[in-house]
């Protein structure tokens, strides 16, 4: 028979329906699947069909017309033999979840026909089967006739909107942690639980987890004198002497106060979150501990005797100590008395840290705040040389550092001056920037393995005109040189350089050079194109190309995507354009397209904006040709010539119709077939 089936060569009721066994899985009662078998009976051109078919199977809601139902089963090859055929289909469950009524549509064709299937006309019922094929879909409140009985395994209700009615009287082993609300009766209480609103006495030793008094009651010890409060054992207690009340730590121990935190078993610790006020030691020591204030403040009203009084007789202690730990002071002094002293030291003075003069809040080792009239300056001064800060106006203030000699007054000799309003002289006292340098300036001390850099920061403006930044060269009524950074539009830098023209009196300097953040650098140009672009005439003596072997130049060709290597001839309709070589001994011959085998132009010969277009075609130099060897073997040292193959090269043998035909001599033998030839371009 034929490969293909034509449809009327299959009877359109030759199909007999079985359904031997309908797989239980549309069944949910005893998790069974959804497949089944399918038996029938196939005629090919009146006659029991014997071969592989390819069969598709679908599912109808109507008898004839109606719309697909579920997915269709494709199968393929299936295997019949005088007529007979079986097979396994399954639809899934969905089809068959609402209970509508299904038929059974199929198509048939040759095994790998291209054809469309045969549709057999008359589409078979899907009757219904044993099983209860929608069991698992059942939605709804079933009948209170369906649920009777008593359950052998348990029921699990976790929905919290179940809710049974009745007074419970059958209910056992009920816990009592459940019971979210009512009142129990007293009577139903144990003898040792305390009740509500009732007033509670405890005799003997008794042991609390917690105990809260809640007002207005009050918890009262008596009018016996006595430690009330054992807080463990007896060594640790309140309790109350005549007019005395006592606290009692046991021996070695110290007294703690603490502000927040929670309980810590280790020694003096306030706890995760706690800070400790003030401590008291065995020894007597009471600590105190200022967080955001003075530690300790004393005052008196008596003119004879001090606030805090403090005297060590050891000789080797302090009389008075002071610690803060917060932005207060440690030890403070002040005397509304400008005849007075706040402070008064006969003796050495140590500070381990920072000391402030007319600040609060010093910065460094020694902070001297002069903005105020009560602080005119600092001096620090000997015969060598000196620093010393000075008023300039009310809110501009001079640093001076300067040399001298014993035989000089102070101010002689410049060497540094910092300015109020920022700027920095360095052997000049009128600074006329930021940092002016009147001498010479080195970066480095020029031993190996250093690396020092000079950073001219510019503002975060990209495209912005003004966000360049110049390092410039100025000479006296000469003009100057420039050196200008800048960004570009997004995170590109440029660099650039700028010179004068030599007008006299002029200083405008113009860019010479332009370096792109790429790399791509540009002489007489802002956007040059490649690593070296020169807008103009260029003079060299020797220039050595190192990236290609080719001098090409762009021509449009009239073939789109004609491959590198090809051979390409003038083409006569259009002036100026080639086209593809296809016949022997052209004498059209241009050149070769550049670019085959990794080979590309070493010298590329354009005009922008006339003569840029199309592909590089090799007009001198070496370059891979597409050759092909079946007018004979190409040897190096060949002349080559169009063959009758678009595009490729051949040996020439006929000298005479080789005449302006030659495209060059090949540098690369081929013996046989087609394939890539060096070739010396040298039009003949």
Not at 2 to 15: D, F, Y
Not at 24 to 42: N, V, W
Not at 129 to 136: D, G, R, W
Not at 451 to 466: C, E, Q, W, Y
Request: proline share 4%.
């Amino acid at each position: 028979m034929k490969t293909e089936l034509i449809p009327r060569g299959i009877s359109r009721a030759a199909v007999l329906l079985v359904l031997s066994t309908l797989n239980p899985e549309f069944s949910t009662l005893f998790a069974q699947g959804t497949m089944f078998r399918y038996q029938g009976q196939l005629n090919d051109g009146g006659l029991p069909a014997t071969g592989n078919y390819d069969f598709q199977f679908y599912l109808r809601d109507a008898v004839t017309g109606g719309n697909p139902v579920g997915t269709t089963n494709i199968l393929a090859p299936v295997g019949v033999t005088n007529g007979l055929f079986a097979l396994t289909l399954d639809f899934g469950n969905s089809p068959f979840s609402a209970g509508a009524p299904r038929w059974l549509e199929v198509g048939v064709r040759t095994n790998g026909s291209v054809a469309n299937h045969a549709v057999l006309v008359t589409r078979q019922a899907l009757l219904p089967t044993p099983y209860a094929l929608t069991a698992s879909n059942l939605t709804g409140t079933l009948p209170a006739g369906q649920l009777s009985g008593v359950y052998s395994s348990a029921v699990t209700l976790n929905n919290s909107a179940n809710s049974f009615t009745g007074n419970g009287g059958a209910l056992t082993g009920l816990n009592a942690s459940s019971i979210s609300s009512g009142t129990l009766a007293d009577a139903r209480l144990s003898a040792n639980v305390a009740l509500l609103d009732h007033t509670q006495t405890f005799t003997g030793n008794n042991s609390f987890g917690n105990v809260n008094v809640n007002a207005p009651s009050t918890l009262s010890f008596g009018a016996t004198t006595r430690q009330m409060l054992n807080l463990w054992g007896t060594q640790y207690g309140i309790g109350v002497q005549p007019f005395t009340h006592y606290f009692r730590a046991d021996v070695g121990a110290s007294f703690a106060w603490y502000d927040g935190g929670v309980h810590s078993d280790f020694f003096l610790s306030p706890g995760p979150g706690g800070t400790r006020l003030m401590t008291l030691n065995p020894n007597g020591l009471l600590t105190v501990f200022g967080t955001s204030g003075n530690g300790v403040e004393g005052y008196s009203t008596n003119t004879t005797t001090s606030g805090v009084y403090g005297q060590n007789l050891s000789g080797a202690g302090y009389g008075v100590a002071g610690r803060a730990a917060g932005i207060g002071q440690a030890v403070f002094g002040d005397n509304a008395n400008g005849d007075g002293w706040a402070g008064y030291f006969n003796g050495r003075l140590f500070a381990a840290t920072k000391i402030g003069i007319g600040t609060t809040a010093p910065t460094g080792t020694l902070d001297l705040d002069t903005s105020t009239a009560t602080f005119s300056g600092l001096t620090v001064d000997d015969i060598f040389g000196g620093l010393r800060t000075t008023a300039q106006s009310a809110n501009s203030y001079f640093l001076r550092a300067r040399t001298k000699s014993s035989a000089l007054p102070f101010d002689l000799l410049p060497v540094l001056l910092v300015r109020g309003d920022g700027r920095v002289g360095v052997g000049t006292e009128n600074p006329l920037a930021k940092l002016d340098v009147q001498g010479d300036v080195t970066v480095g001390t020029g031993f190996n393995n250093e690396n020092h850099k000079l950073t001219i920061r510019g503002p975060n403006s990209p495209s912005d005109g003004n966000s360049y930044q110049d390092l410039s060269y100025e000479f006296t009524s000469a003009g100057s040189a420039r050196v200008r950074a800048y960004r570009g539009s997004s995170w590109d830098t440029y660099l650039e350089f700028l010179t004068t023209d030599g007008s006299a009196g002029s200083d405008n300097p113009q860019v010479r050079m332009h370096i792109t953040g790429n790399g791509n650098i540009g002489v007489g140009t802002y956007s040059p194109q490649a690593k070296l672009d020169v807008a103009g005439e260029t003079r060299t003596c020797v220039l050595t190309i190192t990236g290609g072997c080719d001098l090409a130049e762009p021509f449009p060709l009239k073939e789109q995507n004609i491959p590198k290597g090809s051979l390409v001839i003038i083409d006569e309709e259009n002036a100026g354009q080639l086209q593809l070589a296809t016949q022997a001994y052209d004498t059209r011959v241009a050149g070769i397209v550049s670019g085959a085998n990794g080979i590309n132009p070493g010298i590329s010969l354009r005009q922008e904006g006339l003569a840029d277009g199309g592909q590089n075609v090799a007009l001198s130099g070496r370059v891979y040709a597409l050759a092909d060897a079946t007018n004979g073997s190409i040897k190096p040292g060949d002349l080559l010539t169009s063959s009758s193959t678009p595009g490729h090269v051949m040996k020439v043998t006929d000298h005479t119709r080789a005449q302006g035909a030659i495209v060059g001599k090949a540098m690369s033998g081929l013996k046989q077939g087609k394939g890539l030839v060096l070739v010396l371009v040298t039009l003949q």
